[in-house]
């Protein structure tokens, strides 16, 4: 069984080395060295307008480390077909489990003290954390990254553990205690909770070994989640095959997409608004980005930055659209059907058109009463808004398509 | 008495599909399992290949139950699902080769059974094929050879015939027959209920995740003399009467 784990995993990392090649070219190099460049240089001059003891120091530094402590999954590497192949050596998977353990906890811990490295110079500054503090603070980062995953290889076993398989437990709630306790309590005090609750999970994972059955629903869909959610990712940059996504009704908007006439000029516009409408892939980029970019705004007043924002979520937004051109490419119908190909592009623009419209309204809007004494910058950013979608839309838009198109051919 | 399945709860969320289910297998017995789209019939298959957990009561093979002895349970088993699913990234050999590992095959005497069954399936010239590639009759194929590659005392085949080709099922139902005679126990589930009561010794009628009726051909006929000859008249029978007794 650790054998199968060691050729999957060899097989994973050339098809992932495959991917991030094609992630880190040199314009994605040189943008996230200027963006870590921007947020350190940020950081450090917000940093001297810290001072000691703001009230809400303890809770920007609970909620950053909980967040901290969801970086970094549990690789299982378990495939649909395992239910079925695998059914006979059950009493083995334990082990198989625990391989794929250790090797995700290597990556998970390089990121969690890289991130706590960060947070030395706030929590110095704002709650004025000693040697002892921060040591005790990162033996806690370390076990609760520790029994957060093994709380991940226990929920994919069908034993009861107290709770403390269910992942709002081990990922979210004791986190959540933990470094509470660190940030308003005593810090030893913290790290000893933790220590006490990975001994906890380290019996429970031993148990696995006498009662080996597996959840194999649990453990497929939590592997081909963390899938797709790495796919997800590289899908911004290339064109990732294994890419499948569900659907979503989403009756309210049937107002907008009934408002398509039938008529065949129209086929693809009727594709892409209904398609965009109801994947939930797409949608949920869009709104997430939305909602993050509105809130973000809404506690950014004066300066440049309520004028630059929107215009970055705005092209990151159509960005992210883009690869949905090809979505209806694998169906039939669509090749079938006597359809006018050259409308395709227009549809296209037409749908994504409006969907940045919409952002660029919502952005606005949100400056708009934010910066409310300040309409100068409300009306440099409606016209630079405007002047961004019609490049977007009309300029790069079509461009970029043809050179997907290209490069598949 | 190879299978047992007594008093099963059991279902995907909260809400039972199945209620009550009783019904054993004996050794060197193909057992069909009979029922409309929705009646439980691979939600059974499920809850015996231990993928689902029962809500309430208990599934033996042999005497032993799941809680006992995973290892001992689920090494008696070999399982044909209804919709084939093979690993993407495994060549047709590469499969063979993963069934043996897992169920911990003598090599020679793997491959040897193996060749025959590629050969009577006519995939021995796709050993380095894929088969995410393949046809849905041709993965169907793929399982079925991985399966009876196997020494399973309880063979589960869920709906087998649909995609396979006329000879394919021919061949199929002869190494269920060669392996029925050697002692294994097969559980079938399908809606072809002419090859059923060809080849079936028994039947499970589900119907609205309860056992129906079950029993021999002519014990149907006798419980239900007026529904006709054939089990499929019985079974139409039955299913407009919508499983009232």
Redesign the interface.
């Known amino acids: 069984m650790t054998d ?1 784990f060691k050729k999957r995993l060899s ?1 994973h990392l050339a098809e992932m080395l495959k991917y991030l090649r094609l992630v880190f070219t040199d314009y994605f190099v040189l943008a996230i060295l200027f963006m870590i460049g921007a947020v350190g240089y940020y950081y450090s001059q917000n940093l001297n307008r810290l001072q000691m003891h703001i009230w809400w120091a303890p809770i920007v530094a609970t909620i950053y480390f909980v967040l901290v402590s969801q970086l970094g999954r549990l690789a299982t590497l378990v ?3 395992d ?9 083995e998977m334990p082990a198989y489990f625990m391989r794929g353990f250790r090797y995700s906890i290597i990556l998970a811990e390089v990121i969690q003290i890289v991130l706590w490295f960060v947070s030395i110079p706030f929590l110095q500054r704002t709650l004025g954390f000693g040697q002892i503090d921060f040591g005790a603070l990162l033996v806690a980062v370390i076990a609760t990254k520790v029994f957060w995953l093994l709380g991940d290889v226990i929920r994919k076993f ?1 034993l009861s553990s107290f709770g403390f398989e269910k992942r709002v437990v081990h990922r979210f709630c004791l986190p959540l205690l933990i470094f509470a306790v660190i940030f308003w309590g005593n810090s030893v005090v913290g790290a000893a909770g933790a220590i006490f609750l990975l001994a906890i999970f380290a019996v429970l994972v031993r148990n696995i070994n006498n ?3 597996v ?3 649990i453990a497929i869909d939590d592997e081909n989640s963390r899938m797709h959610s790495l796919y997800t990712f590289f899908n911004l940059f290339t064109d990732v095959p294994m890419i499948q996504s569900t659907v979503k009704r989403r009756r309210y908007l049937d107002i907008i997409t009934d408002r398509i006439q039938l008529k065949s000029k129209n086929s693809f516009l009727f594709l892409y608004a209904h398609g965009l409408s109801r994947d939930t892939e797409m949608s949920g980029l869009f709104i997430r980005l939305t909602v993050l970019g509105a809130v973000v705004l809404a506690f950014i007043k004066n300066g440049w930055l309520p004028i630059v924002l929107p215009l970055v979520f705005i092209y990151l937004i159509g960005f992210q659209l883009i690869p949905f051109y090809f979505h209806f490419d694998d169906n039939a119908f669509v090749h079938i059907y006597p359809f006018d190909n050259r409308n395709q592009v227009v549809s296209f623009q037409k749908v994504i058109l409006m969907m940045l419209i919409f952002v660029a309204v919502i952005m606005a809007v949100v400056v708009t009463i934010v910066n409310f004494n300040n309409l100068a910058t409300v009306g440099i950013l409606i016209v630079l808004e405007a002047v961004e979608i019609w490049l977007f839309v009309y300029g790069y838009l079509p461009r970029r398509i043809n050179k997907s198109i290209n490069s598949r051919n | 008495m190879t299978l047992k399945v007594k008093n099963l709860v059991g279902g995907y969320s909260a809400v039972p599909v199945l209620k009550d289910v009783n019904f054993d297998i004996k050794d060197g017995e193909l057992v069909g399992l009979i029922g409309l789209n929705g009646a439980g019939k691979s939600t059974t298959i499920n809850h015996i ?5 029962p809500f309430s009561g208990s599934i033996a093979i042999n005497e032993t139950t ?2 006992q002895d ?2 001992k349970y ?2 008696q ?1 070999a ?1 044909i ?1 209804e919709s084939p ?5 495994l060549t047709l050999k590469e ?1 063979l080769e ?2 043996m ?4 095959l003598d090599l020679d005497k793997a491959w040897e059974r193996a060749n025959k069954l590629l050969t009577t399936f006519r995939l021995d010239n796709k050993l380095d094929w894929f088969p995410d590639n393949f046809s849905k009759g041709m993965r169907q194929k793929v ?1 079925i050879v ?1 399966a009876f590659l ?1 020494d399973a005392k309880l063979f589960i085949i869920d709906e087998p015939f649909l995609g396979l080709d006329p000879l394919a099922v021919n061949d199929l139902l002869d190494l269920i027959t060669e392996r029925k005679k050697q002692g294994a126990s097969i559980l079938m589930s399908t809606h072809v209920l002419d090859t059923a009561q060809r080849y079936c010794d028994r039947f499970v009628l589900l119907h609205d995740g309860q056992v129906r009726t079950e029993g021999t051909l002519s014990e149907l006929k006798a419980e239900f003399p007026e529904a006709g000859d054939s089990l499929n008249d019985i079974y139409l029978s039955l299913a407009r009467q919508g499983g009232r007794k």
Not at chain 1, 83 to 91: D, I, S, T, W, Y
Not at chain 2, 49 to 53: A, F
Not at chain 2, 85 to 89: D, G, P, S
Not at chain 2, 101 to 104: F, S
Request: proline fraction near 8%; hydrophobic fraction near 45%.
């Open positions: 199968l097989s495939a649909d077909p239910a079925v192949f695998l059914l006979p050596r059950e009493a069908r009662h080996p059955v959840n194999w629903h | 290949i231990g993928l689902l957990q799941i809680d995973v290892k689920k090494g088993i399982y699902p699913i093979v690993y993407k990234e499969h993963m069934t590992l897992a169920y911990d399982m991985c196997t």
